[in-house]
């Protein structure tokens, strides 16, 4: 079964926002239990700014406007839950200085009071939160919170990893500390991302790009050649120097996955179907065995001459020391998303932008599940496709730097973001519509239920069931 839904509330079908780059969490202890992120801004224009919750499984959504942002909207955000207990984690970038913020809150779905902020400080970028509770053992009960981020006041080796071994109650900073992964020499810094993937046996990976050269600069983007290392913590990320638990060729602290892979890092201009490219990196660890991992990432196989962004996928077996190669490669794709679910299938989210012969190009969706590693054919499935130069971007990021993918139990959740143009022809496994909409004439349409709305950029989010029944949900069956 998969269950498609757009998120945006009925009482915002006059809103024509970019609600773009999205990100979700899911409560392991009650699934029921969804909350999510886009650039979105308060409809109220106040100085909070709003998440979209869900109570019944995604199958409907509404905005509580409770992150201290500083403005109607966040620039980064993304978000956790732990395992249990109910508490979510946030980690943004304000607004209007763009601090680094760590937020917490006991009730994200019932609460209308401000999450509570256990982290203030500048010159950072792009924070990527996972949450786990520890399952047993002296601890048991604590929750753990990993933050990948781009760490500026560390430069030049920024990738870093903000963390604390017992976030849920404790006051202002909660535990929390910055802790540096890159160990090796940089071209000034590294880049944005920094993705962390967490066991329940106490395993922590931190992926990162490190920036090796400056290949030079033009007129909206900077070139680099970037090597994909991995990094790992043994024991949750305790003792005086985590993630030192994979030694590469060099001698130095963490596996180089790829070495010397060109990158083109474009801020200002929009090479791939309005969007920019430069940062794409996922990565997930099987649930039932720490010692499976895999990685996403991407880069242009062209070189400096080359107009492709290509997406890798890559395994190791073994803790994160040795790499199989790609298992698959994606052209002019971007925003890869990896989750492992407790059978083991593996699933991939990305976006690729395809040709549309005459009418030019589409941003597609792809949803891929393998039990195979792409040995054999996966299960795939297009959850979305749109004409690539409509809407108009008002901002870059166009659709983001980021989708997720999540895996609980058995089950898949997920979000992107894409042209909310009500077609069906768009949505070839189907979609469910909060906003007002008439897909017999296209048209979006306003509160009044009759006031044509211009297409914009919505979230998605998306359920897999893999493969039984939800006992929290039967009306879905």
Same mark, same amino acid.
């Given at each position: 079964?998969?269950?498609?839904?757009?998120?945006?509330?009925?009482?915002?079908?006059?809103?024509?926002?970019?609600?773009?780059?999205?990100?979700?969490?899911?409560?392991?202890?009650?699934?029921?239990?969804?909350?999510?992120?886009?650039?979105?801004?308060?409809?109220?224009?106040?100085?909070?700014?709003?998440?979209?919750?869900?109570?019944?499984?995604?199958?409907?959504?509404?905005?509580?406007?409770?992150?201290?942002?500083?403005?109607?909207?966040?620039?980064?955000?993304?978000?956790?839950?732990?395992?249990?207990?109910?508490?979510?984690?946030?980690?943004?970038?304000?607004?209007?200085?763009?601090?680094?913020?760590?937020?917490?809150?006991?009730?994200?779905?019932?609460?209308?009071?401000?999450?509570?902020?256990?982290? +203030?400080?500048?010159?950072?970028?792009?924070?990527?939160?996972?949450?786990?509770?520890?399952?047993?053992?002296?601890? $048991?009960?604590?929750?753990?919170?990993?933050?990948?981020?781009?760490?500026?006041?560390?430069?030049?080796?920024? $990738?870093?990893?903000?963390?604390?071994?017992?976030?849920?109650?404790?006051?202002?900073?909660?535990?929390?500390?910055?802790?540096?992964? &890159?160990?090796?020499?940089?071209?000034?810094?590294?880049?944005?991302?920094?993705?962390?993937?967490?066991?329940?046996?106490?395993?922590?990976?931190?992926?990162?790009?490190?920036?090796?050269?400056?290949?030079?600069?033009?007129?909206?983007?900077?070139?680099?050649?970037?090597?994909?290392?991995?990094?790992?913590? +043994?024991?949750?990320?305790?003792? +005086?120097?985590?993630?030192?638990?994979?030694?590469? +060729?060099?001698?130095?602290?963490?596996?180089?996955?790829?070495?010397?892979?060109?990158?083109?890092?474009?801020?200002?201009?929009?090479?791939?179907?309005?969007?920019?490219?430069?940062?794409?990196?996922?990565?997930?660890?099987?649930?039932?065995?720490?010692?499976?991992?895999?990685?996403?990432?991407?880069?242009?196989?062209?070189?400096?001459?080359?107009?492709?962004?290509?997406?890798?996928?890559?395994?190791?077996?073994?803790?994160?020391?040795?790499?199989?190669?790609?298992?698959?490669?994606?052209?002019?794709?971007?925003?890869?998303?990896?989750?492992?679910?407790?059978?083991?299938?593996?699933?991939?989210?990305?976006?690729?932008? &395809?040709?549309?012969?005459?009418?030019?190009?589409?941003?597609?969706?792809?949803?891929?599940?393998?039990?195979?590693?792409?040995?054999?054919?996966?299960?795939?499935?297009?959850?979305?496709?749109?004409?690539?130069?409509?809407?108009?971007?008002?901002?870059?990021?166009?659709?983001?730097?980021?989708?997720?993918?999540?895996?609980?139990?058995?089950?898949?959740?997920?979000?992107?973001?894409?042209?909310?143009?009500?077609?069906?022809?768009?949505?070839?496994?189907?979609?469910?519509?909060?906003?007002?909409?008439?897909?017999?004439?296209?048209?979006?349409?306003?509160?009044?239920?009759?006031?044509?709305?211009?297409?914009?950029?919505?979230?998605?989010?998306?359920?897999?069931? &893999?493969?039984?029944?939800?006992?929290?949900?039967?009306?879905?069956?």
């Amino acid at each position: 079964m998969l269950i498609i839904v757009n998120m945006t509330p009925a009482s915002l079908s006059g809103e024509t926002n970019q609600d773009s780059e999205p990100n979700i969490a899911v409560d392991p202890a009650n699934p029921a239990t969804i909350v999510a992120t886009a650039f979105t801004p308060d409809p109220l224009g106040g100085s909070n700014a709003p998440v979209y919750v869900s109570g019944d499984g995604g199958l409907s959504w509404q905005l509580r406007t409770i992150v201290p942002a500083g403005a109607p909207s966040t620039a980064d955000i993304t978000v956790s839950f732990a395992s249990s207990g109910g508490t979510l984690y946030a980690g943004i970038l304000n607004r209007p200085d763009i601090h680094f913020l760590v937020l917490r809150t006991a009730d994200p779905v019932g609460s209308t009071s401000p999450m509570t902020i256990l982290v +203030d400080r500048a010159n950072e970028d792009q924070p990527w939160v996972s949450a786990i509770t520890v399952p047993s053992g002296p601890q $048991a009960g604590e929750d753990r919170v990993y933050i990948g981020h781009n760490d500026f006041n560390a430069s030049p080796q920024t $990738a870093s990893v903000e963390l604390s071994l017992d976030a849920r109650t404790a006051g202002q900073p909660a535990g929390f500390g910055t802790h540096g992964v &890159e160990r090796r020499d940089t071209a000034g810094q590294d880049g944005p991302p920094t993705r962390t993937a967490v066991h329940p046996d106490g395993t922590v990976y931190a992926c990162f790009q490190r920036w090796v050269t400056d290949e030079g600069s033009g007129p909206g983007f900077s070139d680099h050649t970037m090597d994909v290392v991995i990094a790992r913590d +043994d024991n949750w990320g305790q003792g +005086d120097d985590p993630f030192s638990a994979l030694t590469g +060729d060099d001698g130095q602290d963490g596996v180089q996955i790829a070495t010397g892979r060109f990158i083109r890092f474009t801020a200002s201009t929009g090479p791939l179907g309005q969007e920019r490219i430069g940062s794409d990196l996922a990565i997930a660890v099987d649930p039932t065995d720490s010692s499976r991992v895999f990685v996403a990432w991407a880069d242009r196989v062209g070189g400096k001459t080359g107009t492709d962004w290509t997406i890798h996928v890559q395994r190791s077996a073994d803790r994160g020391a040795t790499w199989s190669g790609d298992l698959l490669t994606l052209t002019n794709g971007k925003n890869p998303a990896l989750a492992i679910n407790s059978e083991g299938t593996v699933g991939l989210l990305f976006q690729l932008l &395809e040709s549309d012969g005459a009418a030019g190009a589409r941003w597609v969706t792809h949803l891929h599940l393998t039990r195979t590693e792409w040995a054999l054919a996966p299960t795939a499935r297009v959850l979305h496709t749109a004409p690539s130069d409509t809407p108009a971007r008002t901002f870059l990021p166009y659709l983001g730097d980021y989708v997720r993918l999540l895996a609980v139990g058995s089950n898949f959740y997920g979000v992107f973001c894409g042209s909310n143009q009500p077609d069906p022809a768009n949505f070839p496994n189907g979609v469910t519509y909060q906003r007002n909409a008439n897909f017999g004439t296209g048209q979006l349409l306003a509160n009044d239920n009759a006031t044509s709305v211009p297409v914009s950029i919505d979230p998605f989010f998306f359920f897999r069931q &893999e493969p039984d029944p939800l006992p929290w949900a039967p009306s879905l069956l």
